[in-house]
């Protein structure tokens, strides 16, 4: 039992700024990191002993507060366009306001890793103001030997205080949530928001950063193994299965959500699953529900029953509810974080349009270019007024967390497929029959088996026709597959209003990506939905 106070087994303190701290509880495990929780108030157990966290007006990440600093080195490396500037000056006013904030209070501090590959790794210093938020990122990153822990030394430390209201005039920044990155420096200030998804995107952004400057390409995908070191990557916003595809009991899982592809191969840069619960089943999902009747996992804004049952259908706090849990809570995963070079990438789509074939081949030109669009479709829902399903391009699979411009993201995904010859495949996991409204979801069951079958290297040979609009190659027969649903104008009663709603969507590309032409060759250009549609 932590005794309540000062718990300081030899925390360098000096080298953070901070002063005149109650007390810093440094490195502790689960049970202790979850007994502080609860003695806090910050957090209850549910029935199984998982830690449920509320995370209030913040459910999901503030994109919009999110800012890096723009100094002579970073001035002419991020893409400006995405990601919104904060001067020095505001930055260190920002940081001197947010360490006076801290006097007086307890910390939570966890020395970790942001890099399974050992050339490639960030070693991150996460201090925290919740004892659950501790937690959550202990779950999350790569959890050092116990035995390193005297050695360590932090290339990123990440200061999140959710009771710190920033300033808008003070900082510059634009309301009371700040996420304020230093990429150059090393530290990253996180303040007025309970969200803990913020740190763990991060580690993600600063990685972003640095990567592309060793050749290693960093990537917002989940990635797995077979038996025959086939490894695959799955490219996916969230909501088009990367998590629940990825988690496949017949392949080993290296990780769900970040991983880099350098000169070694695939490696995670997380320890753990941050997978989303909204109607999480047991009978669909039985690897990620399993985890959440494990001590030590975090469930953030799940509801609980009167008996602390957690309901994975109600979603009246947030579509949005996840579970935090250390990646060994998967029977299958990978315990190195390492895998080989794929052999195949998954970029997964969930089109609400009901016009994307269900699976089709991409040259790798056509995989730069959709990529670089990122696209997938929200639906109608928990949002008042919204009718009609409404189109998502998000670059690169992950536009929120690349300080970089996507064609340097892109080039370096391009060239990488050529070198090691990378079948690519598009995936839509999204309505068949129609649009959202009158089609239904693709059924999971048939994904799996197209996927199984191109993991497994045997649709080289299938016969295929070429997509009318999109240009791509797409199967006509897959065992094990209805035939029906690889031509998605076929199941539509109306066909003509298929080929409205198709041209709808090719004039959504097309708009999309005329910000990225000047930055791609004519190869790309030709991968264009308009120009094929055209010829």
């Known amino acids: 039992m932590v005794e309540h106070g000062i718990y300081n087994r030899r925390f360098p303190v000096e080298n953070t700024g901070l002063k005149d701290l109650a007390g810093i509880y440094y490195n502790l495990m689960p049970p202790e990191l979850c007994e502080e929780s609860l003695r806090r108030s910050e957090a209850v157990l549910t029935a199984d002993g998982a830690l449920r966290a509320l995370t209030g007006q913040h459910t999901g990440r503030s994109a919009k507060d999110k800012f890096i600093v723009c100094d002579d080195s970073t001035r002419d490396q991020i893409w400006w366009d995405n990601n919104k500037p904060m001067s020095p000056e505001h930055f260190e006013l920002l940081k001197a306001d947010m360490l006076d904030h801290a006097r007086g209070k307890e910390l939570f501090v966890q020395d970790l890793i942001g890099g399974a590959d050992a050339e490639n790794r960030l070693p991150t210093r996460v201090i925290t103001e919740y004892a659950w938020h501790a937690q959550f990122i202990r779950n999350l990153l790569i959890r050092p030997e116990r035995d390193n822990l005297e ?6 430390t990440i200061i999140n205080l959710p009771t710190f209201a920033a300033d808008p005039k003070r900082y510059g920044c634009r309301t009371e949530t700040v996420i304020a990155c230093d990429l150059e420096n090393g530290l990253v200030l996180i303040g007025g928001t309970s969200y803990a998804g913020e740190m763990k ?3 993600f952004t600063a990685l972003n950063y640095l990567l592309p400057t060793r050749g290693v390409m960093p990537m917002h995908c989940s990635a797995n193994v077979g038996a025959a070191d086939d490894a695959a990557v799955f490219f996916g916003l969230s909501g088009t299965g990367k998590t629940t595809l990825s988690a496949d009991p017949s392949r080993t899982l290296i990780g769900d959500d970040e991983h880099g592809w350098g000169e070694n191969g695939l490696f995670n840069f997380e320890g753990g699953c941050y997978a989303k619960t909204i109607r999480l089943s047991a009978e669909a999902e039985p690897e990620i529900y399993a985890t959440t009747k494990r001590f030590g996992t975090v469930l953030e804004n799940v509801v609980l029953d009167e008996n602390r049952v957690p309901d ?6 947030t579509e949005n509810t996840r579970c935090a849990y250390p990646l060994d809570y998967i029977p299958n995963a990978s315990r190195t974080g390492l895998a080989p070079h794929p052999k195949t990438i998954i970029m997964l789509t969930a089109d609400a349009f009901g016009v994307l074939p269900p699976i089709a081949k991409l040259t790798p030109e056509q995989a730069m270019y959709h990529f670089l669009s990122g696209y997938t479709a929200k639906v109608a829902g928990t949002e008042k007024g919204v009718t009609e399903p409404e189109a998502t391009f998000s670059t690169c699979f992950g536009a929120p967390f690349m300080p970089r411009h996507p064609a340097e993201y892109g080039n370096l995904l391009k060239s990488l497929i050529a070198k090691h010859g990378v079948q690519c495949w598009l995936v839509n996991t999204g309505w068949t029959g129609g649009a959202y409204g009158a089609g239904s979801r693709m059924p999971i069951r048939q994904t799996r088996a197209m996927l199984a ?3 497994a290297g045997r649709l080289s040979g299938a016969t295929f026709r070429t997509d009318p609009n999109f240009g791509f190659e797409v199967p006509v027969e897959i065992p094990g ?12 009663s109306d066909p003509a209003a298929y080929d409205a709603q198709a ?13 990225f032409e000047a930055h791609v060759d004519a190869g790309v250009k030709a991968a264009s939905p308009k120009m094929m549609a055209a010829a």
């Open 201 to 203: 995107k991060s580690v």
């Open 453 to 455: 079958e191109a993991l």
């Open 481 to 492: 597959v209805d035939a029906a649903i690889l031509n998605p104008r076929g199941t539509w």
């Open 503 to 515: 041209a709808r969507l090719v004039d959504m590309f097309v708009n999309n990506f005329a910000k």
């Open 312 to 317: 994975f259908d109600d979603g009246s706090l």
């Open 151 to 156: 050695t360590f030394e932090a290339k990123l």
